[in-house]
């Protein structure tokens, strides 16, 4: 689990682009919550500030406790192996087979053969790819490519999911049954933050909305337990 903590945060760049502005919100630990707006709100931008891509222009970005601010450049390789990060356009390598792709994030961190199998057919079996280790990803569906992303991004047992536009190239479908693996993911506690602009398919799920607009918090919609069927937390 993870909580990810935004305490006034702006981002400009050089030439005098602002990004984010005065954005202040937080994430709990074991939360799901989606991240919504137009094209150039800021969506990208606030998820490369969790990853440290990129810093903070002014206030404080933290994820548990930690000041990203303060975390050196020899740190920043661990602070991101506590994050699984899941892409729009999947971003997998096609000379090489779905293990391997799962496996890179293993074999950069040094993990031993057998320890490194052992994950990656855990988290393939976890996403429903269990009997294609051995294919070639082009040869697959783009619900089966974002499937690997997936599994490569839990590989390494993240605290956090970060994913950017997971279902942007998908059908109804398929974009629910991949929300459906993050939902998965959640409820053994790991923390999820999903910037998506597919409203009619958030609005059916249970969990916080955040808005952004022109890099400002643009409102947000409380965990709706009702949409599930579930309890309503009187939100």
């Known amino acids: 689990m993870a909580n990810v903590l935004f305490d006034h945060v702006s981002k400009s760049y050089a030439g005098g682009h602002i990004a984010l502005t005065d954005l202040s919100f937080e ?22 500030l969790i990853m440290l891509m990129e810093k903070a222009s ?38 090489r087979s779905v293990f391997e792709n799962v496996a890179l994030p293993l074999r950069i961190s ?33 619900g089966e490519q974002q499937r690997i992303g997936i599994a490569r991004a839990v590989v390494n047992k993240p605290s956090l999911i970060l994913a950017d536009e997971p279902t942007g190239n998908l059908d109804p479908k398929l974009s629910a049954e991949i929300m459906n693996l993050f ?27 955040i808005g952004l607009s022109e890099g400002r918090l643009a409102g947000e919609r409380a965990a709706n337990y009702e949409a599930s069927g579930g309890p309503n937390n009187g939100q």
């Open 58 to 95: 002014q206030g404080q970005v933290l994820v548990d406790g930690v000041n990203l601010a303060r975390v050196s450049q020899s740190n920043i390789p661990f602070h991101r192996r506590r994050i699984g990060v899941v892409f729009q356009n999947h971003q997998l390598l096609f000379d």
């Open 110 to 142: 040094g993990y031993t053969s057998r320890d490194l199998e052992r994950r990656v057919r855990a988290a393939l079996d976890k996403v429903g790819l269990l009997n294609k280790e051995k294919q070639n990803p082009i040869e697959l569906s783009g």
């Open 27 to 48: 994430i709990a630990q074991g939360e799901m919550a989606f991240l919504t707006g137009h094209s150039g709100a800021g969506k990208s931008t606030l998820l490369k």
């Open 183 to 209: 939902e998965q993911f959640n409820d053994v506690g790991v923390s999820v933050l999903i910037a998506s602009h597919d409203l009619p398919l958030i609005n059916r799920l249970p969990h916080r909305v």
